[in-house]
């Protein structure tokens, strides 16, 4: 099997905080490659963001600290490379974007300023340059009038232009891997739709590998290749969007998609499943999900199930994985 | 821009002529009696007192006495003391004492205050910190005329490192000492915000997209952080001039320095009422422009702020 563009293997992370220590990442796995799209879903708290924020290298820290795992780029280990090295990685290879680009953009430079600032400090680009270039970004992010606004500054934007600055931003310095947190969040349903096939339609051209973090599974199934389920810090299902829509293997997965209310206008809320998440100070022994599984058995309370991968190539973190795939 | 720096302007009108007359009204309607003890031992005689009063119009209701000082103003005439001396050249010749004191302690507690902010605010909790903590905490609970005493005795006169006074001429090398007197409380002060402001933005979320774009460390705090982090700083550097140099009066005093600390002192000593109003006037002017200022830089440094 070649190497993967971008490959996170049995992450871990905690948060050392007066409370206690929170067990945020407990063995991540995922991987993406060029020119492929793979979605992260899960509930609010289930470390989609902690995973991204360590895969970029800027995790909070303290109190957050890697416990264990492996993130490497083109099978170059990430989290023992030297400071410089990260630095040289971040917007150059990997990229992220928000979810709020309100807060996420400089409020005080001019959005021109904040493309272009990469290409003068990393390319030695002139300002003059600089600018033009960042012209021509917001021109490919669909920006109307992008000559005029490339010195406004961010408030002057509406929410879904304010997105498309950032996507303008993340791809200054052709990244391959780009990080996609949320994007559409914050933002009206038209517009995320709009901003969703814009992210689409750059990843397809430049080739790139997108990480799409949503909590929308009406998005996923349109743009995503692969999907990975996450659920008290691990992925818990892995598969192909086909079958994942068509054949959910795993309990959680199965009442996520049956949480999608039919008719919808405004983003689809995760929290329709009973029950709540676990305490990450104190996640049951066994399946974490076991508190809330409608198919819990005595063993589930025991037996940690591993992400295992199944014949048709997906994999799935449930005792009775097997029984789930046969239908 | 330009309208509304013109409407503030118009607006500084009333707030100008309110508080000038208040000044007029609580210096000339003072109990006491300006011409006592003008005369040596002896009181002065009826037929002096008589003149006076009447070249001083100090008989006239204070409205219409106010009224010709305003408008004698606006010429640029602050009036004459009793001795017959001009106002203006009194001031003249203190003023620019007390701006370059003034001007030397902002720049101290712009320095010093600002550094220690920011160092202090990006790495919180460390020993530095504590430090700063606690020396600002030392400097705003002691009266400014004991850090000034303490100084002058010290490197004065025990060191000998500084004259214990400032020479006629007060050229910036002498004044770093007493600058830095003037300075102390509002230096504390400058510290402490600019390290709140630090450790605020410090988690913002634009500060970490910053990190995330692979800028290095240095210009993500250097530009990114500082740049958001000073606006209120800057805004309260900026009203503070005017409070130094009404603040220098105490300062001035214990290094004799002959700045216009020094001249309200001895005009309000001898009761001479037209050299306190028009010092005080001045000060309001320099408080009033200070603040407009303020606020137009404000809205450069902050693109959110619209000039409305
Ligand atoms: N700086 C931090 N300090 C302490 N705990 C944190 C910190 N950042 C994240 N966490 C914890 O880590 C857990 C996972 O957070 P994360 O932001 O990754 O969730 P998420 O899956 O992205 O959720 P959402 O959909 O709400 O964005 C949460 O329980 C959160 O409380
Ligand atoms: S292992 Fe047990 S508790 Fe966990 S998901 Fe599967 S059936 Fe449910
Ligand atoms: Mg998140």
Same mark, same amino acid.
């Given at each position: 099997m070649a190497t993967p563009l971008l490959e996170v293997e049995g992450l871990?992370?905690?948060?050392?905080? =007066?409370?206690?220590? /929170?067990?945020? &990442?407990?063995?991540?796995?995922?991987?993406?490659? *060029?020119?492929e799209t793979l979605a992260v879903l899960g509930e609010s708290g289930s470390g989609k963001s902690v995973t991204a924020n360590t895969v970029m290298g800027i995790l909070e820290s303290p109190p957050g600290v890697v416990t264990g795992g492996s993130v490497r780029y083109r099978g170059e280990e990430l989290l023992t490379a030297a400071p410089a090295r990260r630095r040289e990685l971040r917007g150059e290879h990997i990229a992220m974007i928000f979810q709020d680009a309100l807060s996420a953009l400089n409020p005080v430079f001019t959005v021109g300023f904040q493309i272009g600032e990469q290409l003068r400090t990393r390319r030695g680009m002139s300002r003059r340059d600089a600018e033009k270039r960042a012209v021509e970004l917001l021109d490919l992010v669909g920006i109307p009038g992008a000559k005029q606004r490339v010195r406004d500054h961010p408030h002057q934007f509406s929410g879904g232009m304010r997105q =498309?600055?950032?996507? /303008?931003?993340? &791809?200054?310095?052709?990244?391959?891997?780009?990080? *996609?947190?949320?994007?559409?969040?914050?933002?009206?349903?038209?517009v995320q739709a709009q901003i969703m096939d814009l992210l689409a339609d750059i990843?397809?051209?430049?080739?790139?590998?997108?990480?799409?973090?949503?909590?929308?599974?009406?998005?996923v199934a349109e743009v995503a290749d692969r999907i990975a389920v996450m659920y008290a810090g691990r992925i818990v299902e892995h598969?192909?969007?086909?079958?994942?829509?068509?054949?959910?293997?795993h309990p959680y997965t199965r009442a996520l998609l049956e949480s999608i209310p039919r008719v919808d206008t405004k983003g689809?809320?995760?929290?329709?499943?009973?029950?709540?998440?676990?305490?990450?100070?104190?996640?049951?022994?066994?399946?974490?999900?076991?508190?809330?599984?409608?198919?819990?058995?005595?063993?589930?309370?025991?037996?940690l199930p591993p992400l295992a991968v199944l014949p048709s190539g997906r994999s799935s973190a449930c005792l009775f994985a097997e029984e789930l795939v046969a239908g | 821009m330009g309208r509304y720096i013109l409407r503030r302007l118009l607006q500084l009108?009333?707030?100008?002529?309110?508080?000038?007359?208040?000044?007029?009204?609580?210096?000339?309607?003072?109990?006491?009696?300006?011409?006592?003890?003008?005369c040596g031992e002896r009181a002065c005689p009826d037929?002096?007192?008589t003149r006076m009063r009447e070249e001083f119009h100090l008989d006239e209701n204070v409205v219409v006495q106010y009224l010709r000082y305003l408008g004698n103003l606006l010429q640029g005439d602050f009036g004459q003391t009793f001795s017959g001396t001009s106002v203006g050249e009194l001031i003249a010749a203190a003023y620019p004492v007390t701006l370059r004191l003034a001007i030397v302690a902002l720049l101290i507690e712009a320095l010093i205050g600002v550094l220690a902010g920011v160092l202090t605010g990006l790495r919180s909790g460390g020993f530095l910190d504590n430090l700063v903590l606690v020396s600002t905490l030392f400097l705003i609970s002691i009266p400014v005329f004991v850090t000034g005493y303490v100084l002058q005795t010290v490197l004065g006169l025990r060191l000998g490192l500084i004259s214990p006074t400032v020479s006629a001429d007060a050229g910036f090398g002498e004044l770093i000492v007493p600058g830095f007197v003037l300075a102390s409380l509002s230096m504390a002060y400058v510290a402490r915000l600019t390290r709140t402001s630090i450790a605020e933005n410090r988690r913002s979320d634009y500060v970490r997209t910053a990190v995330a774009k692979g800028l290095e460390p240095r210009r993500v705090v250097g530009v990114h952080l500082l740049r958001n982090s000073l606006i209120p700083v800057v805004t309260f550097l900026g009203v503070d001039l005017g409070s130094l140099m009404s603040g220098a009066i105490v300062t001035e005093g214990i290094f004799n320095i002959r700045g216009i600390g020094g001249l309200v002192f001895r005009s309000i000593a001898l009761r001479e009422g037209a050299t306190v109003t028009g010092v005080v006037v001045l000060l309001v002017i320099v408080y009033l422009l200070m603040n407009l200022l303020v606020d137009v830089v404000y809205a450069v440094l902050d693109p959110r702020i619209r000039y409305v």
């Open positions: 871990r992370v905690e948060f050392r905080t =007066r409370d206690g220590v /929170a067990h945020v &990442l407990n063995g991540v796995d995922y991987h993406v490659d *060029a020119g =498309r600055v950032m996507i /303008a931003m993340s &791809l200054a310095l052709d990244p391959d891997v780009l990080i *996609a947190d949320e994007p559409t969040t914050a933002l009206d349903v038209t990843q397809a051209e430049r080739h790139m590998g997108l990480i799409l973090i949503t909590h929308d599974l009406g998005v598969a192909d969007v086909h079958s994942l829509y068509a054949n959910p293997c689809t809320s995760l929290s329709a499943i009973s029950g709540l998440p676990p305490s990450l100070t104190r996640i049951p022994p066994g399946c974490p999900f076991h508190p809330r599984c409608p198919m819990a058995a005595e063993r589930c309370t025991e037996e | 009108v009333p707030v100008f002529i309110g508080t000038t007359f208040l000044i007029y009204l609580l210096v000339w309607a003072l109990p006491g009696d300006p011409f006592a003890g003008k037929a002096y007192i």
